[in-house]
């Protein structure tokens, strides 16, 4: 009954949509001809502003819903403002007459004269002329229906009126200047309440969404819960026994996409900030930042792709409005003038925070996976000089001196320690504080640029370029792979003798630190740790290291301090850690394809790869069920003949294990039909046939041995259960090694397909994601140096002094001139969108000269008509004036003739 009710609503807001959205009429009714003529008429008598007959007309004819809506839709679509206006009037005057003929009866007049229905009536007429105008995307027209005074009630913005919204209207269809028009007029798009409270959730939310698991565990822990009473039907008997109407909590899917379609437009979000003005402190108004279209465009972006993934039958339609909202923001960000403006939009943190916030513009696009809007050229540019620094241009070096930078670089890093250290006894900032704002405290202290000594400055600026920290990480992940293949080949080791050596130790550290790491990173960033495939790839590599390395490690004490693993069990605690650590080695090595990530020709080949294996983990799951299945059914049919060793020499489904290892590796290379092939005795009739061959050849001594031994042996069985058993070997094969193949190719090819088309998106996300990574002051000191860092933020702690007020009014300085920014930002869009409307106004324009020529044209036809009639009626009279002269002529010629014979005669 629940799944009818769903349907039946889905079919009402379709219908809904449909009456609301075509065109050219409202409610799309046909009138008959006469109806039509006195629709005509009454327009005839508007143009000619005969407002008494209009009236008259309208009080005594049109009474149907049907006339009263074709007339406004033939009003409005004539463009023609003053007729509309004063169409509406009279109808506002007149809401429902009666017949002053036929009259009405006692019920109909009461209606007439209640003041709720006559209200509702004028309601009617005003939202049906402003939908028709919005429909035909006349602002022009709508502008001056909306001066006509509205009813109370006309701006309602309950749940029933915004049924009918008209700005939902222009929105969806994107007509801006309706849009522009009815938000001048207070009309406005209200979500659904659960809608509006989550997407305010995201607007104003202090950190970012990390991934999809992270949005629904933000948005929707412990808010969903199923109804027990309603499931089980506990109060269907007190529902049908009440005659009250209970509130639906059912949202209608149809018209939640069209709230939410209308409120993420980019239109809306505009004109909703550019109506909201700019308050003294922006810091603390809510209704500000909660207008923020950057803000507002992601959180309906992020919005969106959650009720993609959770409305299937609505998927494309919900990822095409969180692209529309993407797309918005990268056009307020080509609106940018320079740099300055530029990392003033993407450095914007909608919270408090002063030093390296992790809710910026820039750091919300990035890991929340709007990647058209991370690819966008301002946004890798800004995120390039991030990563180098001001005054370092890394493409204006030859090749030369690159090679040369880098050990450079990686011998000035070993030096780090040292300054750090020194640095606690003076102020303890140099990790923390970088170049160009330690030179404005300095100037603010008044020492001046050169305040502070060379050494320090030196170091503080390579400290604070993060370009570099890039190869850092690779050399210590180089030496790590360097340790780890002496430990995996332990060139020192003795025979039967179990012994740790210096890369042993260094390589258990590495990895411990590394594990460590990993851990901090959790409980700090939490859901963003497991964004990156990266991460949680070197989490569970480092986990199979510390398992590895001490189940071997108990194993050796075992044992101690032999080492003869060739003669313990495979189960022995060192032959399973030794086991557990070769296969973190192999993920140590293979996780280094990761940097490859940062070259353009190698990256988009890296992407494709991780997208495949999640195509293969979907045919795997597909081949584990197959798999079972066939496995148990072969199982069952060849267990009888289990132990004929005799005829079948090679039994592969005498066992269940071997018959799942039969079935296992036919996935990787199918045939062997032999192995289910099952034979029969031979009848006595074929044993008669066989002798009678063989006393025919005298030549073959052995024949009676080799006849024995083919009886023996037997004839292979096409009978029913047999023929079954080769079929569904047959048939396993053909699934598994040629269909699920096959699919599995042809979805990596449409993966590599898609990547390829959007591979300069896909790789400068990937690229931009890595190289945030290493922009936080932490990743200046990589493990195992980290704990370095960790005692320079206890230092710093203790010696950083209260500049709590100070940044608290920088920062609102910046918020004023983030939003001012915005605001010239908008506008620019605001004017650029009407400049591409311009093509609409030529279209209108066209329409209104055809609409002139058109009625001149008609005025011609009806005066040449009335001409043509005329003209008609006198050939009429002149034909029969003809007619008589020529009867009269008939008879004169005739009496002619008669006498003219008499004469004769």
Known sequence: MDASRKMNTVSRGEARIKRALRQPSFKNREISKEKEKLVNSIIKHLENEELDKVRNLIKNNCQEDDMKEELIRKIVNSRSNKAVTQLLKILTDYPDPVDSVDGGNEEEEDNCNNPKMKQGLQVSFLTSAIIHATLNDDPETLEAILTVSPPPGLCDTSEKKQRMNPMIIACVKDFYRCVKVLYKHQWRVELCTEDQKQIQNLITMDHVVANDFHLFYSLYLGSKHVNIDSELGANDKKQKTSFKKRPSTHLDPVDRFLKFRAFASPIYISLNFDETKLAGDPLCDDKLRASDPIRKAFACATYANYLSNTNTSQSDEFKKVGKACIAFTEDLLDQCEDMEEVKMVLNYSNGDEDEQSENTNWNVALWE?????????????????????????????????????????????????????????????????????????????????????????????????????????????????????????????????????????????????????????????????????????????????????????????????????????????????????????????????????????????????????????????????????????????????????????????????????????????????????????????????????????????????????????????????????????????????????????????????????????????????????????????????????????????????????TGQSRNAEEKQKYFSLLTKLVKTKMQLDIEDSIEDDFDDLRKDFKNVVNNDVVKELEFLKKKNEELNRNLESCQAKNDLILNKLEQVLALVAEKHQETNA
């Open 369 to 805: 996976e709007h990647k058209e809007f991370v690819s966008h050229h301002y946004y890798q540019q800004f995120i390039w000089e991030k990563m180098t620094g001001d005054n370092f241009d890394w493409w204006n070096y030859f090749f030369f001196w690159k090679i040369l930078l880098i050990p450079a670089y990686l011998m000035l890093f070993l030096l780090y320690p040292f300054v750090i250290f020194i640095d606690f006894f003076r102020e303890g900032d140099i990790l923390f504080v970088p170049p160009a704002v330690k030179e404005a405290q300095l100037k603010t202290k008044g020492k001046g640029s050169n305040g502070e000594n060379r050494v320090f400055a030196f170091f503080r600026e390579k400290i604070h370029r993060p370009f570099f920290r890039i190869f850092v990480h690779i050399a210590i992940e180089g030496l790590f792979i360097l340790f780890l293949t002496y430990s995996v080949v332990d060139p020192k080791d003795k025979k039967f003798t179990s012994e740790l050596h210096f890369y042993d130790y260094v390589t258990y550290g590495m990895f411990m630190t590394f594990l460590f790491e990993d851990v901090v990173e959790i409980c700090r960033i939490k859901w963003k740790f497991f964004s990156s495939f990266w991460n949680a790839y070197s989490l569970f590599t480092h986990v199979l290291f510390a398992v590895g390395g001490l189940t071997q490690a108990i194993g050796f004490e075992m044992e101690k301090p032999f080492d003869n693993r060739n003669d313990w069990s495979g189960n022995h605690p060192a032959n399973v850690g030794a086991t557990l650590f070769a296969i973190a080695s192999t993920m140590a090595v293979v996780r280094s394809i990761r940097w490859f990530l940062l070259l353009r020709r190698v990256g988009p080949v890296i992407i494709c790869v991780i997208r495949v294996l999640k195509d293969v983990a979907i045919i795997f799951i597909v081949f584990i069920i197959l798999y079972i299945g066939f496995s148990l059914a072969l199982y069952a049919m060849y267990k009888p003949f289990r132990g004929d060793l005799f005829r079948y020499k090679k039994q592969t489904m005498d066992s269940a294990r071997s018959t799942f290892s039969a079935l296992f590796w036919r996935f990787f290379d199918p045939g062997e039909p032999d192995a289910v092939e099952i034979k029969r005795n031979y009848t006595d009739q074929e044993i008669e046939t066989m002798k009678e061959q063989m006393r025919a050849d005298p030549n073959d001594t052995n024949a009676t041995e080799h006849l024995e031994e083919k009886i023996a042996e037997g004839k292979q069985s096409l009978e029913f259960s047999h023929f079954v058993g080769v079929s569904f070997w047959a048939a396993y094969q053909g699934i598994v090694a040629i269909i699920l193949i096959n699919v599995l190719i042809a979805l990596m090819n449409t993966t590599y397909t898609k990547i390829s088309e959007d591979s300069d998106i896909e790789w400068k996300y990937s690229k931009s994601f890595m190289y945030a990574q290493f922009l936080p002051t932490r990743a200046a000191l990589p493990p195992p140096f980290r704990w370095i860092f960790y005692l320079a933020c206890l230092v710093r702690r203790v010696k950083k002094k209260s500049m709590e007020q």
